[in-house]
């Protein structure tokens, strides 16, 4: 075939033209322009055959169960016993939030590693990176941002992996020469605090700083940063860590603390759940128990607005005079209808030792009962810190606090607090939380104080958690948190303010158990409508990761201040593909808000 001198150059310049154009895997052969890496769905070009699943289920040796959907089948027989956190526990397509307003709803995962090695784990890591998977870590399941659940995904589910030991002597791998020895738990990353709290503290008279709520899982509380009732005396849960062996992106089996890979250690003490790795054991320190630990609840109504806003700057004067110690913790709730709840935990104290804290307060409202009125009368119990958790000794004594699982051969020891059991399937309308500033206690600032909290409960009530902020604590327990990688805000706070909202149990979709969506988005209206007055009369100072607003602005500055950059450049040396996705997590910027699709 002959080829003219004009088509011959024509055709010599296009191919210049393509060999001067660079080559990409992820890039339009039109435009030039980079396609965004996209992890895979079901049905989709790439998406793992039956073969490839079935090797990965032979590699866990069967532990690798689909998913179904829990609310397309028997949504009465669900809803039944959903009330039970146990119930969702046992169930690795359900987690403890059913949804949130607008933000995110339970759905399963495709298939499940239901894990019961470190090994399990390592083969669905290696799996879901090999395969371009979306992978969710499930251990309790509690997360309020849904980071527990995310449909078309791999699950690694570490409910089963739940051993706990606990040990006299313990010097971390490798820092044989720098720390000395000290009495520990060891604890697999999908255990809860009921059970932890019952091997260290029940059967061995010990400490572990945990989470008030006992069916939190331990990894992911540890990783949030963690607050426990008592952390206005023991500290920070994060700054309880030793140890942690971890499951890294690339597959690797990591033992990780101070001596070994110092900077993922920092970022695994407060960056957050499920963005550095999976964790599979965990080191924690214990210490020692009191004789005593004990409660202060009660709740007071004003019969007026001054007469409740003098209430509110009553009690937090004997907050700042009597309870800002090392000893109280726990909460104070501010009420819509000019109430005041008082549930206080404290450390140590006997039982005239907690009255005497109390007995101006009392006298006061003693001496105004015309204006006051105890609605539930104010009391103080103590019991010997031994039997805290123990569930023999609170099916006698405190059956009417505690609810215990109804599944069928449910063990005897599977108790949670039946406040706690109230959020058990809860459908969220929103939820906000903000450190304050122990500043605000001072005398030039306790009426500014009191108006913000004033002007506050009348458009929606909210709490005060005392034990989530260090100021007031022991000097080596705020050097010990200041060395974790949570915002250092709440170094200098008093308290942590949470104002949040729900009902439930419900589930969008689900005939006979919606929620009210009318309601519900009036009611997130009026909470977010709080938080900006509140704001406008006192600081709020970050927020906190585990506990915080779905679609909190600014969130890097918020949960981590100056934390964030150095532990983004954690992630990026240990994840820098970002295997490990959830919303609003350490590197999470730079992907789809589904994080299936890599943006930058």
Not at 402 to 410: L, S, V, Y
Not at 423 to 446: A, M, T, V
Request: hydrophobic fraction near 40%.
């Amino acid at each position: 075939m002959n080829i003219t001198r004009k088509k011959f150059v024509r055709s010599f310049l296009l191919l210049a033209a393509v060999l001067r154009k660079p080559l990409s895997l992820f890039s339009s052969a039109d435009t030039g322009v980079p396609i965004p890496f996209k992890r895979v769905r079901p049905g989709e070009k790439g998406w793992p055959s039956r073969d490839a699943w079935d090797k990965l289920n032979k590699a866990v040796n069967g532990n690798l169960v689909p998913l179904k959907n829990p609310f397309t089948m028997d949504s009465a027989s669900l809803f039944k016993n959903i009330h039970n956190p146990y119930f969702i526990n046992s169930d690795p397509a359900l987690t403890q939030t059913l949804g949130w307003l607008d933000a995110w709803k339970c759905q399963p995962s495709v298939y499940a590693v239901e894990a019961k090695s470190t090994s399990d784990v390592v083969a669905a890591v290696n799996f879901a990176r090999e395969n371009h998977l979306r992978l969710v870590v499930k251990g309790g399941g509690h997360s309020y941002l849904g980071n527990s659940s995310a449909p078309d995904s791999l699950l690694v589910w570490t409910k089963n992996m739940h051993a706990i030991q606990v040990q006299e002597q313990f010097i971390p791998a490798g820092c044989e020469t720098t720390q000395t020895a000290q009495p520990v738990v060891a604890i697999d990353a999908g255990a809860i605090w009921a059970q932890a709290y019952n091997e260290v503290t029940t059967k061995n008279g010990r400490y572990v700083q945990g989470g008030g709520c006992v069916t939190v899982g331990v990894g992911g509380f540890i990783q949030g940063g963690g607050f426990g009732s008592f952390s206005k005396y023991y500290g920070l849960a994060a700054a309880a860590l030793l140890q942690a062996e971890v499951v890294l992106a690339d597959g690797s089996v990591q033992i990780v603390n101070a001596c070994n890979h110092p900077d993922l250690f920092w970022a695994l003490k407060g960056g957050g759940g499920g963005s550095f790795g999976v964790i599979t054991k965990l080191v924690l320190r214990t210490r020692e128990l009191p004789e005593f630990f004990g409660a202060a609840f009660g709740r007071i109504k004003a019969n007026s607005d001054d007469a409740f806003k003098k209430l509110i700057e009553k009690i937090m004067l004997q907050y700042r005079d009597k309870l800002f110690n090392p000893a109280w913790g726990e909460q104070i709730k501010f009420h819509s209808d000019r109430s005041v709840s008082v549930s206080m935990l404290f450390h140590g104290l006997t039982n005239n030792q907690a009255h005497a804290a109390w007995q101006d307060f009392e006298n006061w409202t003693k001496e105004n009962t015309s204006v006051y009125t105890w609605v539930e009368p104010f009391g103080i119990f103590v019991l010997p810190a031994r039997n805290m958790w123990d569930p023999a000794f609170l099916r006698k004594f405190a059956k009417d606090q505690i609810g215990t699982d109804d599944q069928p051969g449910a063990s005897e020891e599977n108790i949670y607090w039946k406040g706690d059991g109230e959020q058990s399937g809860q459908f969220l309308h929103g939820y906000h939380s903000g450190w304050l500033s122990q500043d605000l206690l001072k005398d030039e600032n306790i009426t500014q104080l009191t108006n913000a909290l004033f002007e506050t409960s009348r458009l929606w009530s909210f709490s005060l958690h005392f034990n989530k902020g260090l100021a007031g604590t022991r000097p080596e327990e705020k050097e010990a948190a200041a060395n974790t990688s949570i915002n250092p805000s709440l170094l200098d706070a008093f308290a942590l303010l949470i104002l949040a909202g729900g009902e439930g149990p419900a589930m969008e979709g689900i005939a006979g158990h919606e929620p009210n969506l009318k309601e519900a988005k009036e009611a997130a209206r009026s909470m977010r409508t709080a938080m900006e007055q509140l704001k406008k009369i006192v600081p709020l100072k970050g927020s906190y990761v585990n506990e915080t607003d779905y679609f909190e602005e600014n969130w890097q500055e918020s949960f981590w201040g100056s934390n964030y950059k150095k532990l983004l450049d954690v992630k990026n040396t240990y994840d820098p593909n970002g295997l490990f996705f959830v919303h609003h997590g350490v590197g999470s910027e730079s992907w789809s808000a589904d994080g299936f699709t890599k943006l930058k």
